[in-house]
């Protein structure tokens, strides 16, 4: 791979958002031609930035030029045993490719480190891009089935709503996850008794082919309002 160097050192210490950082020790081993398979091993203590599928690492935090740089592709990482406590690999598909051992000062920086990196590859995205198709393909599906589902009646639907924090938890917005919206684990069974439901008069503006997530979830949302408008109003007679 044809890296333009001046290109990768910009990119390493410009203002783009960092994935990961922090100090870890490098393990360097230097092999002695004039001993056969003699070798000393030692670590230095370097200052690593994650930024997509690179890392780099610096002589310390305030370095600007880096010393390397490692492309995380076609790679694995992994813990290994090593004379230092909180040690991990690097380590490559190709054969004859260097591995890279390093070590973290704790079991939460270490844990922190293996989590990125091994995030950090395009086939991982890849894995990821195509996990999320399928839970679009997934919610398409459903959403064609509530189309064809009968619809409820208002009835039907005060009796599921009979506790009021049910209503409350609803008019939260949804949680963020992998860059989409779902309904929240906190309203336990609310995203099903959503899902089920029509408003009167008003057809769903998401098609089953329709990608757009908020669409669909601002139209369940009308729906959940109008359903705790009609069991605030039941309360409010019950009261008189």
Known sequence: M????????HYATCDSPTDHAGFLHKRVERHHHHHHHHHTTSYHRRWFILKGNLLFYFEDRESRDPLGLVVLEGCTVELCEAAEEFAFAIRFDDAGAKAYVLVADCQAAMEGWVKALSRASFDYMRLVVRELEKQLEDARKSLAACHKSPRKSSSGRKRHLSNPATALVQEQPPILENGYSTWGSAGSGGGALATGLSL?????????????????HNWYGQEIAEIRREWLESQRSGEL
């Open 200 to 216: 009167a008069g008003q057809e769903s503006p998401v098609s089953p082919e329709t990608a757009c997530f908020s669409k669909l």
């Open 2 to 9: 044809k890296l333009n160097e001046r290109s990768v050192v």
